[in-house]
Nanobody
Framework: QVHLMESGGGLVQAGGSLRLSCTASGSFDGISTMGWYRQAPGKQRDFVAS???????NYVDSAKGRFTISRDNAKNTVYLQMSSLKPEDTAVYYC???????????WGRGTQVTVSS
């Protein structure tokens, strides 16, 4: 059994910053790609950023220059540092991870990020 637990969401004013964390726990050999997605009310879940075991990163265009994804492999944790937040960043943010020798990826339960104008 594998679990992903997000933390760090909250309410912030536009222009502010938040740091999300997601830690994997349970029985697994290793973690390959980890990433963040978000889902605004009434919308589909969209990709935000991802990072490989080696540290290669990928971002949605709207996050480039404002968000930074990083990971601590020793702690099985991925982070998303979000700066210059905008009201349109308001969403539930979900962590996703692919694990070695496990066919399907796992999702966390999500953490709410609300940016007020």
């Amino acid at each position: 059994q594998v679990h992903l637990m997000e933390s760090g969401g909250g309410l912030v004013q536009a222009g502010g910053s938040l740091r999300l964390s997601c830690t994997a726990s349970g029985s697994f050999d290793g973690i390959s790609t980890m990433g963040w997605y978000r889902q605004a009310p009434g919308k589909q879940r969209d990709f935000v950023a991802s990072i490989t075991t080696g540290g290669s990163t990928n971002y949605v265009d709207s996050a480039k220059g404002r968000f930074t994804i990083s990971r601590d492999n020793a702690k099985n944790t991925v982070y998303l540092q979000m700066s210059s937040l905008k009201p349109e960043d308001t969403a539930v943010y979900y962590c996703h991870a692919d694990f070695e020798a496990i066919q399907y990826g796992y999702w966390g339960r999500g953490t709410q990020v609300t940016v007020s104008s």
